[in-house]
Nanobody
């Protein structure tokens, strides 16, 4: 079992930046990829970004491509989501997840989830 704890969310103005962190612990050998998803009120949870660390490959949703970057620090067992040029439509609760992905990436590829961190972008 993998434990995931997100942090770094908050309130930011349009055009601002935030960096989300996901602290990873537990049986990480069972997962070959880390991902970020988000869920806005009244909407389904959607894929944001993923990092298949075994082959160093990253994947991004079209809606955030060029603005968000997923990265990881193996020494700190932490995965990051750097979010730049934030828009009101980026407002959502952001979740970190661990699993084994198959393209196209699906929510069901991930078996471990954090509790999420809220990001609110004000206009």
């Amino acid at each position: 079992q993998v434990q995931l704890v997100e942090s770094g969310g908050g309130l930011v103005q349009v055009g601002g930046s935030l960096r989300l962190s996901c602290a990873v612990s537990g049986r990480t050998s069972s997962s070959s990829a880390m991902g970020w998803f988000r869920q806005a009120p009244g909407k389904e949870r959607e894929f944001v970004a993923a990092n298949r660390w075994s082959i160093g490959r990253t994947y991004y949703a079209d809606s955030i491509k060029g603005r968000f970057t997923i990265s990881s620090d193996s020494a700190k067992n932490t995965v990051y989501l750097q979010m730049n040029s934030l828009k009101p439509e980026d407002t959502a609760r952001y979740y970190c997840a661990a699993g084994r992905i198959v393209v196209p990436i699906k929510e069901t590829d991930f078996g471990s989830w954090g509790q999420g961190t809220q990001v609110t972008v004000s206009s």
